[in-house]
């Protein structure tokens, strides 16, 4: 388990045997199996589940409080209890980046994340970033590059990017690959999104163009 997990409080073991006690009140599983499912983690993580919980994290710059059920993932609570809806759902298996936010200023894929361990952290997504209005540079950057097309990628792209150029105003072409390596885009706009990012063929330096 990653200590992301393990500060949440809550984990996918915890998670798995909440449901084995749903299963056990059912008479699915034999009643020897109720020690395991008593148990906490051997890190004391307690056990949640099957039943909803309540939470607390900060979407965007403002505290939101729900009850969500375990299984709940960070994209689906974000998109379909908050009504955040700029990660958007593409591959939902963690390959595509198309669901990328921040948490704590670190880029993740919410679809593979459990919103219950997400509780008590901050959650930028690419409404927190800026607004049609008042666009962040990333944002601006994808405008003026035409670095969209669809749209289903770009949310992603936007916030992994504004993650890279946040750790690295000048990135390496590793730290580009290593950055956005897990997004993708179908239309093909790679083109304009190495445009916003910049790099050392755009700065004249040396490098893949």
Do not use: W
């Not at 009140?25 to 949640?48: E, F, K």
């Not at 950057?141 to 035409?146: G, I, S």
């Amino acid at each position: 388990m990653s200590d992301d997990a393990k500060g949440s409080g809550f984990s996918r073991r915890s998670f798995l045997r909440g449901g084995a006690a749903g299963a056990l009140a059912t008479g699915l599983l034999p009643r020897d199996a109720d020690a395991a499912v008593a148990a906490n983690d051997a890190d004391g993580a307690p056990t949640v589940g099957p039943g909803a919980v309540e939470i607390e994290l900060e979407v965007n710059g403002v505290a939101r409080r729900l009850e969500v059920e375990p299984r709940v993932t960070l994209l689906d609570g974000l998109r379909d209890r908050l009504d955040v809806t700029g990660p958007k759902r593409v591959c939902d298996r963690g390959t595509c980046g198309a669901c990328t936010v921040l948490e704590d200023g670190r880029p993740i894929y919410a679809c593979c994340r459990l919103m219950i361990e997400s509780a008590g952290r901050s959650i930028t997504t690419v409404e927190g970033l800026g607004s049609p209005d008042a666009m962040h540079e990333v944002q601006q950057a994808f405008v003026e590059n035409d670095a969209q097309q669809c749209g289903y990628c770009t949310p992603g792209f936007v916030v992994a990017t504004a993650a890279l150029l946040a750790r690295s105003p000048a990135p390496t072409e590793q730290e580009i690959e290593a950055g956005l390596g897990g997004n993708f885009c179908r239309c093909g706009t790679y083109k304009g999104i190495r445009a916003v990012v910049g790099g050392p063929a755009e700065r004249g330096g040396d490098g893949v163009g």
